[in-house]
């Protein structure tokens, strides 16, 4: 009978688990790294200024979607106008399509 | 315990040299499912992010917009209206507002005019949003000039540029005192573009605004709820329609994992045949299946959001923003404030670690319980 020492080991890499559980891990520190990120920069300090703008001027809408004026001031235009800027006008700027029709359309 | 541990770090271990051995598909798998996780949460905080950002700023927008509708159209409405509105019980303050639209051919773009109520500016002057200031080239003391509704053309001094983190709301903003409005516009005095007024109770904002359309019929009040709600729906729509872009690929690749996932090669197979007949246990085969869908949904999870979230708050969504934020000359630069809304990263997580897991496991449960003998031929 051979000596234990003389059987032939199959090769198997050494804990080869290893990389990927380090990796694993390090993905995981990380993703807890960027929920404590969010809740360190992501509060309304840094939009302290905007919100003291918006309060002194009187601002309604956010300068998202400067190219026409339904679409710069949604929340003031008169969206369930058909046909804004002449009869037949078909809504040719992106940001028309984009934006949600009337919350009552919507409802079941 | 550690025995318990001890077992499933071998079983990891195999599994890693069993996925080593297929290297380049099963790296091309984990770098397709980490593309669609980096994807899908990129829009999904993006939106999230500037969802959270719109309605806090917005919370500070008049409580309610009285707006005057003539055919249908948003008109000019008289300052009388100011003295009628004021009889109503509730009302603490209202006030005239002035602002329109002046489209510049220079840089084929539009901006907003508007008259602040607290701010003293010469005439002659303005201020101007940082859009514009960097569109235009503008910096403090510069000189610009409009071609104003009657034809003569207005020259205004950039007294002051507006601070470029509130780029978001003032990007296209151009603040001029009252007396230049309304003669570049040639708007009457009297005339006010719409009315804001504030209500001494929250509660009593709707019941103001009922009043409002009974007494003042010709009128259409804009509650800063209803303002909210809008940009709410607004980025929910779009990311909609952000994910129905996306639900080809999305469905490619579904079709793609769950056919590398469920549907075993004949070399598994032989695998699973062999490692039964050397004595392994039918649960340590789907142990080590269960570690291989893990490792490599968790992997791709872990990649993909932390690509995401480098991507959204780091580089400002680069790849994203033209689609979710419009179309227009003039674009608010702006970094979005890191919000995460806990409930939409476990959706998400949700839904692309546990169905590709669950996939990997079953069809190994149905070939581990059937004779190694049938499985190896």
Known sequence: MPAPSAIARPHCPARAGNLPLLLLAAGLLLFAASLLDAAWRGNDSALAGSRALVGELGLTDLALFTEARYTRHLSQADRHTAFQDHPLALDHFPSGSLVPPPARLRQP | MSHFVRRQRYLIDFTVASLARRKGKNLGLLGVYTLIVFLLASVMLFTQALRQEAGLLLENAPEVVVQRMVAGRHDLIPADYLERMGRIRGVAAQYGRLWGYFYDPAVQANYTLLVPRDRDINNGEMIVGHGIARTRGLGTGDFISFRASSGTTFSFRVAEVLAADAELVSADLLLVNEADFRAFFGIAEGLYTDLA????????????????????????????????????????????????????????????????????????????????????????????????????????????????????????????????????????????????????????FFFTVFPYTVATVVPIWRAATTDPDAVMR
Request: overall charge neutral; charged content about 20%; proline content about 5%.
């Open chain 2, 197 to 348: 007024l504030e209500v001494r109770n929250p509660q009593e904002v709707r019941k103001v605004a009922e009043k409002l359309t009974v007494l003042l019929p010709d009128t259409r009040p804009i509650l800063r709820e209803e303002i909210l709600r809008t940009y709410d729906a607004l980025f929910q729509w779009r990311q909609g329609i952000v994910f129905v872009l996306l639900a080809g690929s999305l469905l490619a690749f579904v079709i793609f994992a769950w056919d590398k996932a469920s549907g075993l090669s004949a070399e598994e197979r032989r695998e699973i045949g062999i490692l039964k007949a050397i004595g392994w246990e039918t649960a340590d085969v789907i142990r080590m299946k269960f570690w291989e869908g893990a490792l490599v949904s968790l992997g791709a999870f872990l990649l993909g959001y932390l690509a995401a979230y480098i991507h959204v708050f780091f580089f400002d969504a680069a790849l994203f923003a033209p689609v979710l934020k419009g179309w227009a000359v003039l674009y608010p630069q702006f970094r979005p404030q890191p919000f995460i809304d806990g409930l939409q990263v476990a959706t998400l």
